[in-house]
């Protein structure tokens, strides 16, 4: 806006006191307008978290971790630092109290600005006096504008041993006079909206706890637990089986359970059952599908049941319908939905290939021309009783475990191959950073695939064991690391199923999701090259839709360091001295019983691979 004011000032000296003839002007833009292009939806969120405390508490660091936090969550917010402040809008203000107060409220008045253009003010400074405070408080209620003080409750004798400028040595020397908390007054808020600091809390944990703070008070969307098993409830159980004998029958195979697992369990959250043809076209052309909310919430591969032109002229219309595996019904599906499987096009758009010669692609080619979706009701925990199922834990079990552990992050590792040591080197280097970063118990989801694989993969019973050896020889640390089965079929849709990993582990309480060469890769179905481009996985997933809340952590490549005797980071200035042993070269030395080199993997872990080959050969 451009506003034409008289101004006249009144001065004592060379100081400006007051002006006087101006008139404030009414913004044509309102708040509301201003949401609607601003952050994650069109609610106003605009507001002021002021940081107070002693020298050293941690303010800063708290704030701009909290605004790195709001960034990755789509919410608009600004740090304002101190020394920044200082060093521009006020670097003609000392410390003498008047000036302190000129600070503080210079500062109050650009928060409230912030604030009212919609973005989340993160105001950190000492802020010695109350009433101080309390004038920015006032400015903002003045103007309708939230304003939530939090008290950085550091103790003086942690600040002091921090010492981070050496300001607290010069003041107990007498360099510095009227030094906050030494010689100059504190007055540490009455009644904080929200208190840290006290306890030691970590960085990472302190900024959850605002976060769940600012959540509470609506100015974060709340990250309420997308995840809702779709079981039925026990006390209902027996009354929905007996209404699903009476229902109209439709057969599913084995892959169509897995999927029905990964739905029932909440892995593809906020679905509520097998995808309609509004769900199926949006996960097809635009990768997500939209919460109860109106987000979007990433869905990068379509999770569909299909069905035969019979079936569809039996059941289409049919108020509810029975799912039966195994001649077990195992869901209710209600208000049953029939539509085209368009199976070219959905192949094409999903591996951005359609051939029959791809393992995946020839299920899909080889069922019915149409797909069924609607809402699932289904008819408890599902059991697979090969003696793995106490490795099938729901996100709601694994949230609750990571809880037991006291994680304060968990990144999760997908994986359908044996772990060896350069895998092993990925995980410890990422638990290693996220140490660095402030985290005090980062936990390791180790998360093999476990619905269908194609032929030639090592079977999952084999791979559990031989993870099983990885953890009790302490390649990676078992009191650190959780390992589950991850329930859901393998696509090998590359950049796109990737999506689909990380999405479902975000689900299940991960923060940070692991991504290497390939992922989700295959050789090309009729030509001598891979189907994707090794680097594109991992590309496409740091730029995918539907994904906040998940960090992904692309990671180096590792291979043998024939120098080293070990898995080592690749060296491109000393690439002679590395050697890459493929999963195909692997095979080999298993099949014809040679050993990799000392130092590839676990020696446990490749016997139990090594055997699983040589029996195979034997049976050939």
């Excluded at 006087?20 to 044509?28: D, F, L, P, Q």
């Excluded at 989340?120 to 802020?127: G, M, N, P, R, Y």
């Excluded at 925990?381 to 199922?389: E, P, V």
């Amino acid at each position: 806006h451009t506003h034409t004011h008289t101004l006249t000032f009144r001065r004592t000296g060379s100081k400006p006191k007051m002006a006087t003839n101006i008139r404030a002007e009414e913004h044509k833009v309102t708040r509301s307008n201003r949401a609607e292009i601003l952050g994650v939806d069109v609610k106003f969120r605009g507001c002021t978290m002021w940081f107070t405390g002693l020298s050293g508490a941690g303010k800063t660091t708290l704030s701009f971790a909290v605004e790195a936090e709001l960034c990755r969550r789509g919410v608009p917010c600004y740090g304002l630092d101190g020394d920044n402040m200082r060093g521009g809008l006020n670097k003609n203000l000392g410390f003498a109290p008047e000036d302190r107060a000129e600070n503080i409220r210079r500062v109050g008045e650009v928060a409230k600005l912030f604030a009212d253009g919609g973005i989340v003010a993160l105001a950190s400074f000492i802020s010695p006096f109350r009433a101080d405070r309390d004038n920015v408080r006032k400015l903002h209620e003045e103007n309708g504008l939230p304003f939530y003080e939090c008290y950085v409750a550091t103790p003086l004798e942690v600040c002091e041993s921090r010492d981070p400028k050496g300001l607290y040595k010069k003041a107990r020397a007498g360099i510095i006079k009227g030094f906050t908390g030494i010689d100059g007054a504190y007055e540490a808020p009455i009644d904080p909206d929200f208190t840290v600091g006290a306890n030691n809390e970590s960085i990472p944990r302190s900024v959850e706890l605002l976060c769940n703070f600012l959540e509470s008070q609506g100015i974060l969307p709340p990250s309420t637990d997308l995840v809702q098993e779709l079981f039925v409830p026990e006390a209902e159980l027996e009354a929905k089986v007996a209404e699903a004998s009476g229902l109209p029958r439709l057969d599913i195979d084995e892959l169509s359970m897995q999927w029905l697992q990964v739905l029932a369990e909440g892995w593809a959250a906020p679905l509520k059952g097998f995808m309609r043809e509004e769900q199926f076209l949006r996960a097809l052309h635009f990768n997500t599908v939209l919460r109860d909310d109106g987000e979007e919430e990433n869905q990068s591969i379509p999770i569909v049941l299909p069905a035969t032109e019979a079936e569809k002229a039996e059941l289409a219309g049919k108020p509810a319908i029975a799912l039966w595996f195994n001649g077990k019904a195992v869901a209710i599906m209600r208000a049953p939905e029939f539509f085209e499987a368009r199976k070219e096009e959905r192949t094409s758009r999903t591996w951005g290939v359609a051939h029959e010669g791809h393992p995946y692609q020839a299920q899909v080619f080889g069922y019915g021309d149409f797909l069924v979706g609607g809402e699932l009701e289904v008819l408890g925990r599902i059991k697979w009783n090969d003696g793995l199922d106490q490795y099938r834990k729901t996100p709601a079990e694994l949230k609750a475990e990571f809880n037991a552990l006291g994680a304060d992050a968990v990144y999760a590792f997908q994986l359908r191959n044996p772990i060896h040591n350069g895998h092993a080197l990925l995980m410890q280097d990422t638990r290693r950073k996220l140490v660095e970063r402030g985290y005090r118990n980062p936990v390791l989801l180790l998360h093999p695939l476990g619905g269908w694989t194609k032929a030639d993969d090592v079977p999952l019973a084999v791979r559990m064991q031989q993870h099983d050896a990885v953890l009790k020889e302490k390649v990676l640390d078992p009191e650190h690391t959780v390992l589950a089965i991850f329930p859901s079929p393998m696509l090998y849709a590359g950049p796109t199923e990737v999506q689909w990993h990380a999405k479902a582990r975000k689900n299940a309480g991960a923060n940070f999701y692991i991504v290497g060469r390939d992922p989700a890769g295959m050789s090309h179905p009729a030509k001598d090259e891979n189907l994707y481009h090794a680097d594109h996985g991992k590309k496409v997933l740091q730029m995918a839709p539907g994904l906040k809340g998940l960090e992904i952590l692309p990671f180096r490549v590792a291979a043998y360091n024939n120098s080293k005797q070990a898995m080592d980071f690749f060296d491109q200035t000393k690439a002679a001295e590395f050697q890459f042993i493929s999963g195909t070269k692997m095979r080999k030395f298993a099949r014809t019983g040679e050993s990799p080199p000392d130092g590839f993997m676990c020696p446990t872990g490749w016997k139990i691979i090594s055997d699983f080959y040589q029996s195979k050969r034997v049976e050939t």
